[in-house]
T-cell receptor, first 114, second 113 residues
Framework: DADVTQTPRNRITKTGKRIMLECSQT?????MYWYRQDPGLGLRLIYY???????NKGEISDGYSVSRQAQAKFSLSLESAIPNQTALYFC?????????????FGPGTRLTVL | AQSVTQLGSHVSVSEGALVLLRCNYS??????LFWYVQYPNQGLQLLLK????ATLVKGINGFEAEFKKSETSFHLTKPSAHMSDAAEYFC???????????WGAGTKLIIKP
């Protein structure tokens, strides 16, 4: 079984709809991250969490919110989706012992907002 | 602002040829540098990283990278390309302010038979 799972893998929604992307991990890591990937732009950090009570905004948090329900679960919500939020979204985890630790990525969720 | 620049959105090499993917970064403190690889329809995985010490870093699948402070570069190389190396490669550096990763735009490596 995969260590970092994301659901759904693909989602098509309409402008204005609320949508939630979910991430679960079995690696026992404290740190979790949400990124979006756009062609030609690489990855950009949306939110990151050092533990259940420590959540931080990344470089592009506007229009997004997150919830860390447990050490193993980190959800990303789009309150009112817009077309420019169409992207590939990745969840990642890392051990909480330093900034240079390897990040482990889920398979991604491809989101299309019409 | 800090940045990571990967030269070439696409690089094409013949099977068996040298692979060279270029990465330049900006950082006001000694950098932590990374290369990740993304195979089609998968998440990213770590190839190698530089933190401190030896400037030539070896990674998985025969890849290596050399940290050159004077050139602010961290280029990725592999002596002999294999068809299985076809993927997108991302360079990243730790951001000085919040210790999170700043990513390059990625380079798609194409292997010609």
């Amino acid at each position: 079984d995969a260590d970092v799972t994301q659901t759904p893998r693909n989602r098509i929604t309409k402008t204005g709809k609320r949508i939630m992307l979910e991430c679960s991990q079995t690696k026992g890591h404290d740190r979790m991250y949400w990124y979006r990937q756009d062609p030609g732009l690489g990855l950009r950090l949306i939110y990151y969490s050092f533990d259940v009570k420590d959540i931080n905004k990344g470089e592009i948090s506007d229009g997004y919110s997150v919830s860390r329900q447990a050490q193993a679960k980190f959800s990303l919500s789009l309150e009112s989706a817009i077309p420019n939020q169409t992207a590939l979204y990745f969840c990642a985890t890392s051990e909480g012992t330093g900034p240079y630790n390897e990040q482990f990525f889920g398979p991604g969720t491809r989101l299309t907002v019409l | 602002a800090q940045s990571v620049t990967q030269l070439g959105s696409h690089v094409s090499v013949s099977e068996g040829a040298l692979v060279l993917l270029r990465c330049n970064y900006s950082s006001s403190v000694p950098p932590y540098l990374f290369w990740y690889v993304q195979y089609p329809n998968q998440g990213l995985q770590l190839l190698l990283k530089y933190t401190t010490g030896a400037t030539l870093v070896k990674g998985i699948n025969g890849f290596e990278a050399e940290f050159k402070k004077s050139e602010t570069s961290f280029h990725l190389t592999k002596p002999s390309a294999h068809m299985s190396d076809a993927a997108e490669y991302f360079c990243a550096v730790i951001r000085d302010s919040n210790y999170q990763l700043i990513w390059g735009a990625g380079t798609k490596l194409i292997i010609k038979p």
